[in-house]
T-cell receptor, first 111, second 114 residues
Framework: RKEVEQDPGPFNVPEGATVAFNCTYS??????FFWYRQDCRKEPKLLMS???SGNEDGRFTAQLNRASQYISLLIRDSKLSDSATYLC????????????FGSGTRLSIRP | SQTIHQWPATLVQPVGSPLSLECTVE??????LYWYRQAAGRGLQLLFY??????ISSEVPQNLSASRPQDRQFILSSKKLLLSDSGFYLC?????????????FGEGSRLTVL
């Protein structure tokens, strides 16, 4: 089993739709979780951290389910500019040493 | 403020030629440093990471190597490139005295091996 797994997509949804995708991880001792966004041919950039109680940033909501070992990202009222690849990141418990990315979920918003 | 510089941005190399990619970080000290590779349409593959000077952990590659000669310098090298080494190479750092848990990336080096 891969350490971090994501549905590669692509998710193709109309503007204004709500879309959600998950990321599963295998190491139950993992401590920190993040969602990154990567535009085509660019470096990834932090979208948001994922807190145990769940957190929201505007149209974006991130949640953590430790029991089932997955994190999720929900995007409401999607915009054309949300089209990108979304990568989940899992950091190990003891220290931020080995950092593993999921393979990314490609999202395409159509007009 | 912290910045990360990575170069060269683009390079085209023949099979069997050597490679050297360099990454430097400014504005922090004792960061953890990372090299990732991303093949076209794929995710980020962790190649090497370093938690201190001279400390390198290798994840995958056989013909690639990494070195950290100074606290904020991370170098990726190869003596003989393979076609499969083509990809987008990303250097990143985390931690240091201003650790926010966020991983910061350089702008990447796009390597094409012919």
């Amino acid at each position: 089993r891969k350490e971090v797994e994501q549905d590669p997509g692509p998710f193709n949804v109309p503007e204004g739709a709500t879309v959600a995708f998950n990321c599963t991880y295998s190491n139950s001792a993992s401590q920190s979780f993040f969602w990154y966004r990567q535009d085509c041919r660019k470096e990834p950039k932090l979208l948001m951290s994922v807190y145990s109680s769940g957190n929201e940033d505007g149209r974006f909501t991130a949640q953590l389910n430790r029991a089932s070992q997955y994190i999720s990202l929900l995007i409401r009222d999607s915009k054309l500019s949300d089209s990108a690849t979304y990568l989940c990141v899992v950091l190990p418990y003891s220290s931020a040493s080995k950092i593993i990315f999921g393979s990314g979920t490609r999202l395409s918003i159509r007009p | 403020s912290q910045t990360i510089h990575q170069w060269p941005a683009t390079l085209v190399q023949p099979v069997g030629s050597p490679l050297s990619l360099e990454c430097t970080v400014e504005g922090t000290s004792n960061p953890n440093l990372y090299w990732y590779r991303q093949a076209a349409g794929r995710g980020l593959q962790l190649l090497f990471y370093s938690v201190g000077i001279g400390q390198i952990s290798s994840e995958v590659p056989q013909n690639l190597s990494a070195s950290r000669p100074q606290d904020r310098q991370f170098i990726l090298s190869s003596k003989k490139l393979l076609l499969s080494d083509s990809g987008f190479y990303l250097c990143a750092w985390i931690g240091g005295r201003t650790n926010t848990g966020e991983l910061f990336f350089g702008e990447g080096s796009r390597l094409t091996v012919l």
